[in-house]
């Protein structure tokens, strides 16, 4: 009698300790997945006041990888291929992103985005609407947002079509044509182009940059604008 | 070999519980409060969809933690090594899945995670090959106290009337 009741004690505490465990797991679940949605959203508070930049006319060219190509016809060319969704691009962006704005405006050097998506879905959306930018003549405006908000996490959710368009809409770009562009994946044939010529060029990673068709290697352990000017000037 | 076990089993168990809960609370514990870098390394293996991924990452380090605390106390020790075997035994086919695959990845055991640099192949198999012995290691640590949960210093003791 005393052995059966000791017996079921034995598995009520044995289902508790289960219970409990569970629920530490769940609740560090719930608690990592809407901490990780609030920093999200609370990101697009980095687009506040921004001002859309005048309009700068890309042409898509079918010979180079289908990359977006920012003033033509310059001596200096500079091939930039990055992935909207990769962390190490942000960091170069962060670096090097207005210098080579700055170079695009100034007309010293012909700049071609590669728009790369190896990175999954998220990649591809965003890489769409990066072209769907670029007809607007705002590539650069919107590549600045978009790495001014990306997640931490790769293929969070956070970059469906509609955070594409809000993103679009909190920095200025308003037209219902982007809208449309980005919600029918419209430029996914482009999108499809860029990601199938990596391997012609020799391109396994991101970022990659070539200063007039040469590899450009960072020496220093991060990006920093010094030495990749330096770079760009002496070429 | 059975008359060894017989005199020192209390103190391999004692041992079990400490190597294979000291690996998962130091495991678990660092990637605690790195959830986005935790789900960043499990969608890198590329076994599961992404969002499912992101939720594996999430639950891991709380999972490691929890089965660490009662291997370590003793609290219902033979689920518990079963639970720990059992990711040891997954996560031995998620490295030789990746190693399979030819992906280059950091395996994120404790912290960290990721893509690797092309440069680095050979040292990334080596690594690979390490972590499947230590992780089968660790398996068998699971499955001796499986078979022999009750040792020394541990909250629960083997029924009496045994």
Known sequence: ?235 | MKNFNARFQPIITLLARLVLGGVLLVAGGLKLNKPTDSANAVAAYKILPANLAHLVGYALPWLEVAIALLLIIGILVRPAALVGGLIMLVFTAAIASVWARGLLIDCGCFGGGGEIDPSLAAQVHRTYFIEILRDLGLALAALYLYLFPYGKLSYEKAAVEE
């Open chain 1, 1 to 235: 009698m005393a052995k059966q009741q000791a017996k079921a004690q034995d598995n009520t505490t044995r289902w508790i300790v289960i219970a409990m465990v569970l629920l530490v797991v769940v609740t560090g679940v719930v608690f990592s997945l809407m901490s990780q949605n609030n920093k999200e959203n609370a990101s697009l508070a980095a687009l506040d006041g921004t001002k859309l930049k005048p309009a700068i006319t890309s042409t898509i060219d079918p010979a180079n990888g289908s990359a977006i190509v920012l003033n033509p016809g310059s001596t200096k060319v500079i091939d930039v291929w990055e992935d909207p969704q990769c962390p190490v691009c942000k960091n170069f962006e962060n670096a090097n992103g207005d210098y080579i704005e700055s170079l695009v405006r100034d007309k010293k050097a012909t700049v071609r985005f590669h728009v790369l998506s190896f990175l999954g879905d998220e990649s591809v959306r965003a890489a769409n609407a990066s072209f769907c930018a670029a007809d607007e003549g705002q590539y650069l405006d919107f590549h600045h947002a978009l790495y001014a908000v990306q997640s931490p996490l790769e293929n969070s959710g956070f970059w469906s079509n509609q955070k594409l368009i809000d993103i679009a809409t909190k920095i200025g770009i308003k037209s219902s044509k982007f809208t449309d562009c980005v919600n029918k994946g419209s430029k996914i044939d482009v999108v499809k182009a860029n990601y199938d010529s990596m391997a012609k060029y020799g391109v396994q990673g991101t970022p990659t940059v070539f200063i007039n068709g040469k590899l450009w290697e960072r020496k220093s352990p991060d990006f920093n604008l010094a030495e990749f000017k330096a770079a760009v000037e002496a070429a």
